[in-house]
């Protein structure tokens, strides 16, 4: 044993480089998968945090095998939570209102904005919320609010929480004439996985009670012990809720309750609700397991590359009298110890990209102490991974006549060599499917981002402002002072932010009897001219459409027009408000919605009787030609000044948009690092096999040389297998990777198409990376004195 040992250190001893490579190539493998597999676990085990998750269910409104949420009334949840039997809690649970500006001490007002969800008083009952301090039982007052404990400390950090005050200004649109709540409760903080992490909870008012049409809010439910969601869907049936409901054309839709469990990845959610792709995850957990693969791949390859160097001394020890069965298990047990220190090198990787914060793109917050299974699943896996890659070699090694090897280098026979090609090829194939899936997945990010959006966008700038009426002193001023700068075009405002959001709120009309669904956006008169979009038929807005009277007037995207033929002018039964309304014209299609869904045509209303007076987003048009720097100081001053206490932004349209698709970059960041790395690897693998492949064949160089061969052919020599092999590898890896990037696209309504160049350029970028690694570590050994390796036995 201490003479393998010692030949075995003397020889990576000798290759440094190629050992070196390997053992960093195995601790990142390592590294990489125990960052994905930690993602895998945060999604998987998403909405199983609560007590009892099994008795949790959400209320949806449709057809159950369509699988797409949809926002409910609040009369029907409140019937059903009174009336089945079944339900032992209830909550509505709206997350969908504006941020709102709270401070802790009104005589020096500093505000912070923050969304409180609002819910009712069961709700910690419902989800199990565990209090630390004080509880939920005076959440039944309107007053009343509950904050999670990290916050607590944030707000308060000499730890006085539990009764004190958030003071807000302006109407809340929850809890009408209450302008300060009392903390009654500090719960434990929600996981990152679960759909209810938020930081403050408020007690839902009687905003929209009793109403069966208007669908603002969802529902959640704790089932008593022993019910199931199939029987509380038949409680459901029989409540004669279904029949209650003033929507029109229900068809086939019903109200039917599914385990919050199935909401994650198994639901069409909309945009205020966490949801995942399972193929995304699929593709992340495989190239996780590739990279493995490719590492073990690698310590084969090492370990068989080294059997020259090796035997002779392995097939001595077996003349002396040690058995095959104590050498193949010496032989792996190095392996097993090469993997081991591998793994124990991973952990620090992992600990240090936590520590420097360079893992925010992967969506949640990685921890070797919250994660501890993954790390001991990981551990195990590098110890069958070190078995595997250590018996083969092992076997090997030991598996000629003692006699035989004693005579001549036997290890170079043929099959090992086949097998280390077939290895490579495996890695190639795997490289090729990486490279091309990373690409599309860059192309189609840059296709979104990059959509026409129908919108000049170029100059505009989007100010996030306080929850104050627009026809307050304090927008007036703010609109007034802006228009007085020479960059200032003009000034227009909306409640939504417009582009970045993945859905707006939701109304239908009828017109000769059909129902049509839109996005409704609250706006001024001027929206429609200040985001520069072009009026095609009929009128734009005038002055005069935001007095406060009973007609409303809209404006609608082309879209509607092409899906519906109806004319401008047209007058339109809004029955959801019951009123008529004028639609006054039709501009271009907009896109403020990303590309994952099919986006509804936007109908933009002007600020009327119904509609709300809070339009917190200000769309700032600055002049052609002039200084962007400028303009945004000016913008920031002006907003110091006029809103004091208040924190305001500013931003380039083009990042509020950019927040569409942030989902899609950071997964697009995941997958292509990993692929990297995976591709890395592979290279690594090669990169060690050719440096042993020019020193085993040095002597042949040498009299090649002597015989008059030149360098070029001499290089030619080395590189035209690993050349070939990459090219049939690459058509191999064709049909898999158009497969895999034809399933991933799926999910976009838009999507680009797959053109064969990505596949010949990823075929040609890795011959060229073979070629010029093969170059690069041969040259040396090509160029040398022959009589020189001529010497060298």
């Known amino acids: 044993m201490k003479t393998i040992l010692r030949n075995l250190f003397y020889t990576l001893k000798r290759f440094r ?70 339900i032992e809690y209830g909550t509505i649970y709206a997350p969908c209102w504006q941020k709102q500006a709270f401070c802790t001490n009104p005589e020096n007002p500093q505000y912070f904005y923050e969304t409180p969800w609002a819910v009712y008083p069961d709700f910690g009952k419902v989800i199990g919320l565990q209090f630390v301090k004080g509880s939920d039982k005076d959440m ?103 029949k209650r409901l003033n929507i029109v054309d229900k068809g086939n839709q019903r109200l039917y309750v599914f385990p919050i469990q199935k909401l994650y990845y198994d639901m069409s959610a909309s945009y205020y609700l966490k949801t995942g792709n399972r193929n995304t995850m699929i593709l992340l957990v495989s190239i996780g397991l590739l990279i493995i693969i490719i590492a073990c791949i690698n310590l084969i390859n090492f370990s068989t590359a080294l059997a020259p160097v090796r035997m002779r001394s392995i097939n001595t020890q077996k003349v002396l009298g040690s058995s095959n069965w104590e050498l193949r298990r010496a032989l792996s047990t190095e392996s097993v110890g090469i993997i081991l220190i591998s793994w124990f090198l991973s952990l620090g990787i992992v600990e240090i990209l936590i520590r420097l914060k360079m893992l925010t793109f992967m969506g949640f917050t990685p921890s070797l102490i919250t994660y501890w299974h993954i790390i001991g699943y990981t551990g195990i896996i590098a110890l069958v991974t070190g078995v595997i890659a250590g018996v083969y070699p092992a076997w090997y090694m030991t598996s000629f006549p003692p006699a035989l090897v004693l005579k001549g280098n036997c290890a170079l026979s043929g099959r090992g060599k086949r097998l280390r090609m077939f290895l490579i090829g495996f890695q190639y194939i795997v ?136 004319p401008a002018g047209s007058t339109l039964d809004f029955f959801v408000w019951g009123m008529n309304v004028k639609l006054k014209g039709y501009v271009n299609n907009v896109q403020f919605t990303s590309l994952r869904s099919e986006a509804l045509p936007y109908i933009f209303c002007p600020n009327g009787k119904y509609s709300s007076d809070i339009l917190p987003f200000a769309y700032i048009r600055v002049k052609a030609g002039s200084n962007m720097r400028t303009a945004l100081k000016h913008i920031r001053q002006t907003l110091a000044k006029c809103f004091i206490g208040y924190p305001v932004e500013v931003k380039f349209y083009d990042q509020v948009y950019s927040q569409l698709y942030q989902k899609e970059a950071e997964q697009q960041r995941m997958i292509t690092l990993f692929s990297l790395l995976a591709i890395l690897i592979s290279l690594v693998g090669v990169f060690g096999l050719i440096i042993f492949e020019a020193e085993q064949r040095r002597k042949e160089i040498g009299i090649r040389k002597v015989y008059g061969a030149h360098t070029y052919q001499i290089l030619w020599i080395f590189g035209q297998s690993y050349l070939t092999l990459s090219i049939v590898s690459s058509i191999i890896a064709t049909p898999i990777a158009w497969y895999i990037v034809s399933k991933w696209l799926e999910q976009f309504t838009e999507r680009i198409d797959i053109t064969p160049w990505m596949f010949i350029l990823t075929c040609i970028i890795i011959s060229l990376i073979t070629l010029i690694t093969i170059t690069i570590q041969n040259y040396r050994a090509a160029t040398s004195n022959p009589i020189k390796n001529l010497k060298t036995e």
Not at 185 to 191: A, M, Y
Not at 453 to 467: C, E, F, W
């Open 140 to 242: 039944d007052k309107p007053e009343s609010i509950i904050i999670s404990e990290s916050y607590a400390h944030k707000l308060f950090p000499k730890g006085n929480a539990l009764g004190s005050y958030l003071y807000t200004e302006g109407n809340t649109g929850l809890v009408a004439g209450i302008d300060k709540f009392r903390i009654c409760g500090i719960f434990k903080d929600l996981p990152e996985n679960c759909q209810f992490k938020n930081d403050i909870f408020i007690r839902m008012s009687d905003f929209q009670k009793d109403d069966w049409g208007s669908m603002n809010f969802f529902a959640f439910f704790r089932l008593k012990p022993g019910v199931s969601a199939t029987d509380i869907n038949s409680q459901i049936e029989a409540s004669g809720a279904n």
């Open 17 to 86: 480089t190629a050992s070196v490579l390997n053992l960093l190539g195995l601790s990142t493998a390592f590294a990489a998968f125990m960052l994905i597999m930690m993602k895998a676990s945060y999604e998987y085990n998403f909405d199983t945090c609560y007590p009892d998750s099994d008795r949790l269910v959400m209320l949806n409104f449709g057809e159950e095998k369509d699988n797409s949420i949809t926002l409910l009334p609040r009369g029907p949840i409140d019937f059903l939570i009174q009336q089945v039997p079944g």
């Open 431 to 566: 490289s090729f499917v990486l490279i091309v899936t990373a690409g599309f997945i860059f192309l189609q990010n840059r296709f979104m981002q990059n959509y026409i959006s129908g919108i000049d966008k170029d100059q505009i700038l989007v100010a996030s402002l306080p929850q104050m009426p627009y026809q307050s002193s304090e927008y007036r001023n703010f609109t007034n002072t802006l228009k007085s700068f020479a960059e200032i075009d003009d000034i227009a405002y909306a409640k939504s932010s417009l582009g970045g959001e993945n859905g707006y709120t939701q109304y239908a009309f009828l017109y000769k009897e059909k129902m049509y669904g839109h996005y409704y956006i609250d706006v001024t008169t001027n929206f429609c001219k200040v985001m520069g979009m072009k009026i095609v038929s009929g009128e734009d807005f005038l002055p005069s459409d935001s007095i406060l009277h009973n007609d409303l007037n809209f404006i609608a995207t082309q879209d509607l027009q092409q899906k519906t033929g109806i």
